[in-house]
């Protein structure tokens, strides 16, 4: 598998440099702090993919906020998607709250669509969402993010959280392997 890995890795195309996604999360953190200014958010990290997205955009905003985690799988390590597995749920009533979740990319959409409705169905007053990086398909998708850090071309993408076969999550920028 590792060296499966390092084949992946050595093979990868780089389309945006670390400094260019450091860039696109600043101006995400910019729109997020003018839009969600005084609604208390409450950010969702969507685990596993979202934790570098989340953890840098949380130092960036500067809104009260809180936060909890949630954890909806569908590629289960795998790089094409099947159903949704629900592994975690948040601790944090969600009654009357402005959710913000925030993921590392929207695919075809199908897991961000469900949490958005699973925070709509647990009362949420409004449900935004965050994503690094939107995968430009040649489709509709079932639903747009609120906040997009980078379009990106529909291959498949490694990097700053997003994962080929659960490695690869660390890579420095975003990649997308050679096909
Ligand atoms: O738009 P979609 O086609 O539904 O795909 C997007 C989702 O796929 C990945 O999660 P994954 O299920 O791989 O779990 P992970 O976050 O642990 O990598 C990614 O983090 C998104 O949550
Ligand atoms: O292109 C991708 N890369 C990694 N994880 C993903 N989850 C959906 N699409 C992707």
Request: hydrophobic share 40%; net charge negative; with cysteine.
């Amino acid at each position: 598998m590792l060296e499966e890995i390092k084949h992946v890795q050595a093979t990868a195309d780089l389309l945006h440099s670390e400094q260019q996604v450091e860039a696109a999360i600043d101006n995400m953190a910019q729109e997020i702090n003018i839009a969600l200014a005084d609604r208390n958010p409450l950010l969702l990290c969507v685990l596993n993919g979202g934790i570098p997205t989340f953890g840098k955009l949380l130092t960036r905003l500067t809104m009260p906020l809180t936060i909890d985690s949630i954890n909806a799988s569908r590629y289960q390590n795998q790089t094409s998607g099947g159903s949704i597995e629900w592994l975690l749920k948040p601790e944090t009533p969600l009654k009357g709250r402005t959710v913000l979740i925030i993921d590392d990319i929207l695919d075809e959409g199908i897991t961000l669509q469900a949490i958005y409705h699973y925070c709509r169905g647990q009362g949420a007053a409004a449900v935004y969402s965050a994503v690094l990086v939107d995968k430009i398909l040649d489709h509709e998708k079932p639903l747009t993010a609120d906040f997009v850090g980078l379009h990106v071309e529909n291959r498949y993408l490694f990097g700053y959280g997003m994962d080929y076969k659960g490695y690869l999550r660390n890579a420095p920028g975003i990649f997308a392997c050679k096909e």
